[in-house]
């Protein structure tokens, strides 16, 4: 891996500290490409001030061109105009995955992650294990996104002083394990009884946790979750004995909407959500027609919120774009929502025979979506009424995963969805398959070319599978 090339520019931020407000409106300044960091240097920057850059730095990676290419593969969205055009024909290479992707979640997100955990140590145990769910969170993005990948060596730099810059490709099963190792260990610190600096410190008083407020019992929550997520994803290679894990983790995870691990952007010019912010800039994307189609097809009251309409229905590739929930200024980037929850637990009934539990779930997740993007109660229960949307018995897994495709619109999670079950049923828009992963970076090839796996750069690598997703 070539590390380091972008980073926050941390000690930028201290010097605005005075306002969590002047803080985030120094969004502009998260990720800069330009610069290299010192990574055994972070002594200087405070956890208080750490932590919400890292949490704005996923926010802008996760909703930013890893979920432009997840939500075309998935035919969300609609690729129409200069290189967003040919990602949706395919046309994906290795030049076009690296700083904005692979760059951000390393150097940027999971480096800074590293330091907090690091400078944390065991005197805040809190923050520690709020930047072990987001490097987490982060590096289950990059493996669910090209399999084997750079992890256990990676930080050995940060950690002894003595690393090396080239990294080995962990393969995707010890990934996991670690991951699921990390994420045991950020629940030990967050019930930790022992923490010099309070997690719900605030600064003019803002806290400084721009996710959660500072609220450990939902960050508790929120590793729970993405533990259920991950062991979901290893279902097809673990078998009953991931979807009893995920049914275990989920009885600790999110419990209503109010527990949704979010990050909303600022109203400045300066901060924008990506999605907005890639839309005032060059709206090469739109509504799919996968998307569209179930949207129109439902009469789902949700369509106002995440698409232009006219006359009620969406009009895919017209250009009128998004709705004003996911793409304002300010609109939030959801990391993990109960509405998933929901979903998964409804999968992981429905694939272990629990047909009235699946069911059950199922309902509570469609409603928990309703009511998070603000449709009424009346409008949510005649949409639900419909045997299109709710069945009159039973629940297929295909019921669940659509509707779960629908609620985690914008959400890299879709493509993840799609891979493990196949739903919804795609028509790939080239050729005869949707490419299951993405090209490895041409800097990784170029300065770490002895690790990378072989022909990770070439078209048909892209419709190769990664671990968990077994045929």
Not at 22 to 44: E, G, K
Not at 114 to 139: D, E, F, K, T, V
Not at 153 to 160: G, K, V, W
Not at 196 to 212: N, T
């Amino acid at each position: 891996m070539k590390p380091f090339q972008s980073r926050i520019k941390s000690l930028a931020l201290v010097a605005v500290a005075t306002s969590l407000t002047a803080f985030l409106a120094s969004c502009s300044q998260w990720i800069d490409t330009s610069l290299n960091t010192d990574p055994n240097n972070p002594s200087n920057v405070s956890v208080t001030s750490q932590l919400p850059a890292i949490e704005g730095s996923l926010a802008f990676t996760n909703g930013g061109q890893i979920s432009r290419f997840a939500c075309m593969l998935t035919q969300q969205y609609l690729g129409t105009d200069r290189q967003h055009a040919g990602y949706y024909g395919y046309l994906i290479t290795e030049n076009d995955v690296g700083g904005s992707i692979w760059d951000n979640y390393y150097s940027v997100v999971m480096k800074n992650a590293q330091n907090l955990i690091q400078q944390s140590g065991s005197g805040s145990p809190h923050y520690r294990g709020a930047g072990r769910i987001l490097l987490s969170y982060a590096m289950a993005a990059v493996t669910d996104t090209w399999g084997d990948a750079p992890y256990s060596e990676t930080f050995r730099l940060q950690r002894d002083g003595t690393g090396t810059l080239t990294a080995k490709f962990d393969d995707q099963q010890s990934i996991y394990a670690a991951l699921q190792l990390q994420l045991d260990s950020a629940i030990i610190d967050l019930n930790s009884t022992v923490n010099a600096i309070p997690l719900d410190f605030s600064i003019g008083g803002i806290p400084v946790d721009a996710v959660y407020g500072g609220d450990k019992k939902k960050w508790l929550r929120a590793a729970w979750t993405l533990k259920a997520r991950l062991a979901l994803h290893t279902s097809k290679r673990v078998g009953n004995t991931a979807l009893q894990n995920v049914l275990i983790y989920l009885q600790k995870g999110l419990q209503s909407n109010a527990d949704n691990m979010q990050f909303a952007f600022g109203n400045s010019a300066a901060t924008p959500n990506p999605l907005f912010g890639f839309m005032r800039d060059r709206a090469d994307i739109d509504i799919g027609p996968m998307m569209e189609k179930m949207l129109n097809s439902l009469k789902d009251p949700r369509t106002p919120a995440f698409a232009a309409v006219d006359v009620g229905n969406v009009s895919s590739g017209n250009g009128d774009g998004f709705g004003a929930l996911v793409a304002s200024n300010n609109s939030s980037v959801t990391f993990l929502s109960y509405a998933e929850a929901k979903f998964i637990e409804a999968e992981a009934n429905q694939r272990l025979g629990n047909a009235d539990a699946a069911r059950t779930a199922f309902i509570a997740g469609v409603n928990a979506s309703l009511s998070a993007t603000g449709v009424s109660g009346d409008d949510a229960k005649a949409y639900t009424d419909q045997a299109s949307v709710v069945p009159a018995s039973g629940i297929s897994l295909q019921r669940i995963m659509e509707q779960k495709y629908i609620a985690l619109f914008t959400q890299p999670e879709v493509w993840t969805d799609w891979r493990r079950t196949g739903f919804p049923v795609l028509t790939p828009v080239s050729g005869n398959a949707v490419p299951r992963r993405l090209p490895v970076p041409q800097n990784e090839r170029l300065y770490n070319g002895a690790n990378v796996p072989a022909n990770s750069n070439q078209s048909p690598w892209l419709y190769t599978r990664v671990w968990w997703d077994a045929q």
